[in-house]
């Protein structure tokens, strides 16, 4: 039995905080909270002298290509993540992590990305249907690994994404991605799309996203790496201005460059350059019409950091789209642990749930940046402190990466 002593605890069951409570961890889950003075007879306690609880946090839109990211997301208090391209190396990392074989948030994915042929993407890496049959194998292959969602970007042709949607309603496979440039949003909608990922992805029309938002859609703004496209195409920011920028790999920095020079040019040919404001409003008016949203990062896209980016994306969730701080930590707890099926097991701080908890200095429901001030996380029972966070930090900054083949394994 471990006990943290003298804690405040945001159970994100409702906007509140418990003052000046124990919280008991056994076999790593939350085996009781109590008011101070209650100790269990034989444990090991540590005092936590006032510091905040919250649930460990959850990105909800990753790509977890790389092992130095997992450190990353630990030193910034995220205990799970949502997958978006999953291949045969993140289910074997999914099931290390589970087993204690290596360190990382728990991983929760897709399979891999599905799209029609698209010559706008630069080095066009996803999984392109042709025919049903292409669309058989994708299930089979989502299912086959254990991934929970099958992920589709825009510009699969409409009779074919309308079997895909059938199917995928028939194997019990949510859909989520991109939406599409082909069928209309509310068609989509009707078949039952289950999440929309990204502010920009959302339609263009109020009444269409008041439809979505009415549909039972869920919806991840990604809005960090929405203004990647304005900062770094057309506004000069460059990759080395992130205040983290230097903690990455070497070969992270040097791939980041490439890819992002690639990107640049692209959109530079194409000449898109979205009104940022468009981009956030579309992401308030689906807010206004539904509370099923969540907070996710697409790192490690160029400019989104491991970790780093979902406290960026938490901050803008308030200072950009209005939310309280109690709405923007339930975004990386609460409600993403409900649409990811596991809300009975994480996203909350009660007893029975399991111990994945983040141990803050300052209280972010007075202001969201407290989100930063993490001095311990405990995963499945295991706590490690601050220090022991920033050496793995600094460790896996020094990674290989691993090889891109292992990813592909199809």
């Known amino acids: 039995m471990k006990v943290l002593k003298n804690v405040n605890i945001l159970p994100m069951t409702e906007n509140t905080v418990l003052w000046n409570r124990n919280l008991w961890i ?66 074997a990392w999914r099931d290390e992590i589970l087993a204690g074989t290596r360190r990382g948030p728990y991983i929760y994915s897709t399979g891999p990305i599905y799209d029609g042929e698209d010559p706008s993407i630069p080095d ?26 099958l992920k589709t970007y825009p510009s699969i042709l409409p009779e074919l994404y309308h079997y895909l949607m059938r199917r995928a309603g028939e194997e019990g496979l949510p859909v989520c991605g991109h939406m599409s440039k082909l069928v209309d949003d509310r068609i989509l909608a009707d078949e039952g799309y289950s999440c929309c990922e990204h502010s920009s992805s959302l339609p263009g029309k109020k009444e269409d996203i008041r439809y979505l938002a009415a549909s039972g859609m869920w919806f991840c703004p990604t809005q960090a790496v929405c203004e990647t496209l304005p900062d770094y195409v057309w506004n000069g920011k460059k990759l080395s201005d992130i205040r983290e920028y230097g903690l ?47 907070a996710g990062s697409d790192c490690p896209y160029p400019g989104m950091i491991p970790g780093f980016s979902l ?100």
């Open 26 to 91: 056994e076999e790593g889950r939350i085996a009781n909270i109590t008011a101070r003075d209650v100790l269990p007879e034989k444990a090991e306690t540590v005092d936590c002298g006032g510091a905040y609880v919250i649930p460990g946090l959850i990105d909800a839109h990753v790509h977890l290509d790389e092992s130095y990211m997992g450190d990353f997301f630990l030193a910034c208090g995220i205990t799970s993540v949502r997958n978006m391209r999953g291949y045969a190396m993140h289910a």
């Open 124 to 149: 066009n890496s996803n999984e392109i249907l042709h025919t049903p049959e292409d669309v058989e194998k994708a299930i089979v292959y989502t299912k086959s690994h254990g991934f929970l969602w």
């Open 248 to 294: 990455l790999p070497d070969y992270a920095r040097e791939e980041w460059e490439e890819s992002n020079r690639k990107i640049c040019e692209s959109y530079r040919v194409q000449g898109v350059r979205p009104d940022i404001q468009v981009v956030i409003d579309r992401g308030k008016t689906f807010f206004e019409h539904s509370s099923m949203w969540m």
């Open 311 to 410: 406290l960026d994306e938490l901050e803008k969730l308030v200072a950009l789209y209005g939310c309280t701080p109690y709405e923007a930590l339930a975004a990386a707890t609460a409600k993403p642990a409900m649409y990811m099926g596991i809300s009975q097991k994480k996203g909350r701080v009660c007893r029975g749930m399991d111990a994945d908890l983040v141990i803050l200095k300052e209280n972010p429901l007075s202001d969201i940046s407290n989100i930063r001030t993490v001095k311990s996380v405990i995963q499945g029972g295991q706590l490690w402190d601050k220090e022991t966070l920033q050496r793995r930090l600094d460790a896996a900054a020094k990674l290989s990466r691993v090889p891109r083949e292992k990813q592909r394994e199809l």
